[in-house]
């Protein structure tokens, strides 16, 4: 059985293409090796738009047949033209019974973890105070891996959904922080929490170790289901 796909876009963050490079250069390529459409995303942070020129010629060299965007997700530079592209075309990537997949980041020496979690309270919590958990929950992953020898930050994402909104955080970078987006307006009593990860230099069972015991602290006053097995915790 045949298939095509839409386009595989691979999205690259221009301010950290070059330390990406240097520190995680066949998880990179890999990435783009089989892209159809690479955009170049934050390219308001650059000091001149020629650091724009030389990632998309790094990139042309990697992956001579991909189409290559500049775009800023924040000012929406570029975004219209990316969505027309998306929906104007399809992949070159021919799927049959026989072809092997195989996960690029974990193939690229990156360890990955994703876990799914119901959280409960006994009283409604406050968007600010979902947002500050998201906050905590992130940051410690991200010490915690880095004290155990991850030399680089893939991503670490998290998102809390909830019946009357969503607050997800993003972190590529300790120094720059947790990146938070929110559009809880009210104060809710549950959320479906989803945690990802990607890091090098340490393995999975290490990366999922740190994740679990960082949701065990971290949401100790709420009661949680994680996967199949309850864990339960309350505090007067």
């Not at 570029?78 to 092997?100: F, I």
């Not at 799914?116 to 915690?144: C, G």
């Not at 679990?212 to 339960?232: I, M, N, P, S």
């Amino acid at each position: 059985m045949d298939a095509s796909f839409s386009p595989i876009t691979v999205l690259v963050d221009a301010s950290r293409f070059l330390n990406m490079f240097r520190d995680m250069s066949q998880f990179l390529i890999r990435q783009i090796v089989d892209a159809d459409i690479v955009a170049i995303n934050k390219i308001d942070l650059l000091s001149s738009p020629y650091e724009a020129d030389v990632v998309a010629d790094s990139v042309k060299q990697i992956n001579s047949r991909c189409k290559v965007i500049p775009i800023s997700a924040k000012t929406g530079e570029g975004v219209d033209k990316l969505m027309n592209m998306l929906l104007s075309a399809e992949s070159g990537l021919e799927v049959s019974e026989e072809m092997e997949y195989e996960d690029s980041e974990e193939a690229s020496g990156m360890s990955v973890y994703e876990v799914k979690v119901s959280v409960e309270s006994d009283s409604d919590v406050y968007p600010s105070e979902w947002e500050k958990l998201m906050t905590r929950i992130i940051e410690d992953i991200a010490i915690e891996t880095a004290d155990l020898g991850a030399r680089h930050i893939g991503h670490i994402k998290g998102v809390f959904n909830t019946p009357r909104g969503i607050v997800r955080g993003s972190l590529v970078d300790i120094d720059q922080g947790v990146d938070i987006l929110s559009t809880l307006k009210e104060p809710v009593d549950k959320a479906e929490l989803v945690i990802n990860a990607i890091v090098s230099d340490i393995d999975k069972e290490e990366l999922k170790d740190v994740v679990l015991d960082v949701l065990d602290d971290a949401l100790r006053k709420f009661r949680y289901e994680l996967h199949e097995h309850v864990h339960e915790h309350h505090h007067d």
